[in-house]
Antibody, heavy 118, light 107 residues
Framework: QVQLVQSGAEVKKPGASVKVSCKAS????????IHWVRQAPGQRLEWMGW????????RYSQEFQGRVTITRDTSASTSYMELRSLRSEDMAVYYC???????????WGQGTTVTVSS | SYELTQPPSVSVSPGQTARITCSGH??????AYWFQQKPGQAPVMVIY???ERSSGIPGRFSGSSSGTTVTLTISGVQAEDEADYYC??????????FGGGTKLTVL
């Protein structure tokens, strides 16, 4: 079946980087864009960025510009999100989600919890 | 930056109709999407392209659009519909945004 499986929970120190993976299965990976969305405890969903389906080019929210890099490995059907210079405010659950054209983010990963603590 | 505005909370009794609004200046030009999120779970898309119901979503969920406001309507609300609901859209430059979320309480 169609699914996105994310890597496990991470604990990082302030100032460190984290890289979360999102492995797709059950569909043609390169036919879909991949979004990354995060949610701090008790807070709203926050869009971070995406890679488009056509060529994998990435676009980022201004909130994360310069700190986040989203890449994909089509041979491994996997998307990666790296966030640098972590601070306590980055503690959140990070989700990936796929999208085809205008059909919306129809499948989501299970989420990856990132804890930032000294 | 582009913002989508939702009411923080909506409360209805079982069997009644719940309406959750989302306002944004770009909504006349860009599609809106609605997501349901229950505690501890990933979001689930319930409506796409303003008014299309996602596969497997009950018929009591519907979406509509009028000018700068889109509305998620849940007719005959059931206890299982209690959740947070988020609208989402994009601006013309390809930047995506979520609304602040609305907590639906079934009394």
């Amino acid at each position: 079946q169609v699914q996105l499986v994310q890597s496990g929970a991470e604990v990082k120190k302030p100032g460190a980087s984290v890289k979360v993976s999102c492995k797709a299965s059950g569909y043609t990976f390169s036919s879909y864009a991949i979004h990354w969305v995060r949610q701090a405890p008790g807070q709203r969903l926050e869009w971070m960025g995406w890679t488009n389906a056509v060529n994998g080019d990435a676009r980022y929210s201004q909130e994360f510009q310069g700190r986040v890099t989203i890449t994909r490995d089509t041979s491994a059907s996997t998307s990666y999100m790296e966030l640098r210079s972590l601070r306590s405010e980055d503690m959140a659950v990070y989700y990936c989600a796929r999208q085809r054209q205008d059909y919306g983010m129809d499948v989501w990963g299970q989420g990856t919890t990132v804890t930032v603590s000294s | 930056s582009y913002e989508l505005t939702q009411p923080p909370s909506v409360s209805v009794s079982p069997g009644q109709t719940a309406r959750i609004t989302c306002s944004g200046h770009g909504l006349p030009k860009q599609y809106a999407y609605w997501f349901q999120q229950k505690p501890g779970q990933a979001p689930v898309m319930v409506i796409y392209k303003d008014s299309e119901r996602s596969s497997g979503i009950p018929g009591r969920f519907s979406g509509s659009s009028s000018g700068t406001t889109v509305t998620l309507t849940i007719s005959g609300v059931q206890a299982e519909d209690e959740a947070d609901y988020y609208c989402q859209s994009a601006d013309s430059s390809g930047t995506y945004v979520f609304g602040g979320g609305t907590k639906l309480t079934v009394l």
